[in-house]
């Protein structure tokens, strides 16, 4: 069987009725010039309205954990701009808000290395087995973001 893990994501995501998600959604963040890409797309954006927190969700099977730890890097060098612009387009973002990242990725020895990238402030990171969210291993109900890393 094939799986198509970002909409197995996304199916996981919403399963809990608290969290409603766009896919590719664009981050625009500027027209900056300086910036090599004004623009940053997470694979899902999922927000959860009552609990004032957002994630942006990247699915991949790489292993290559130095692409993970400069993708946190950006976010978090570019949270002030993602805020703004989340803020203005959809009204969510501002301080009160929290936005973590979260990683779906496969099992891997590099998992410890994801989890270990957390940026000192600002921005939280969870990290997330792609063999955990399955439709045959889990059941429906709450879905938690897990424990923050």
């Known amino acids: ?14 399963a809990d ?16 010039p300086a910036l ?20 942006l969700c990247e699915v991949t099977w790489g292993k290559d954990w130095r692409k993970f730890r400069d993708k946190i890097a950006d976010y978090h060098d570019s949270l002030d701009n993602i805020r703004a612009s989340l803020d203005h387009w959809l009204g969510v973002g501002d301080k009160e808000w929290r936005i973590s990242v979260w990683y779906f990725v496969p099992k891997h020895p590099h998992v410890g290395k994801i989890r270990s990238m957390k940026p000192d402030n600002g921005i939280g ?7 955990t969210i399955t439709p045959w291993k889990y059941t429906w109900g709450f879905r938690d973001a897990g424990t923050e890393s």
Do not use: C, Q
């Open 125 to 131: 990171l969870y990290v997330t087995s792609l063999e």
């Open 36 to 55: 090599k890409d004004p623009v940053r797309w997470p694979d899902i954006l999922a927000v959860r309205p009552k609990d004032k927190h957002i994630f």
């Open 1 to 14: 069987m094939d799986i198509n893990f970002e909409e197995a994501v996304a199916t996981w995501l919403v």
């Open 17 to 32: 009725g608290r969290t409603l998600i766009a896919p590719e959604y664009s981050l625009g963040i500027g027209e900056n």
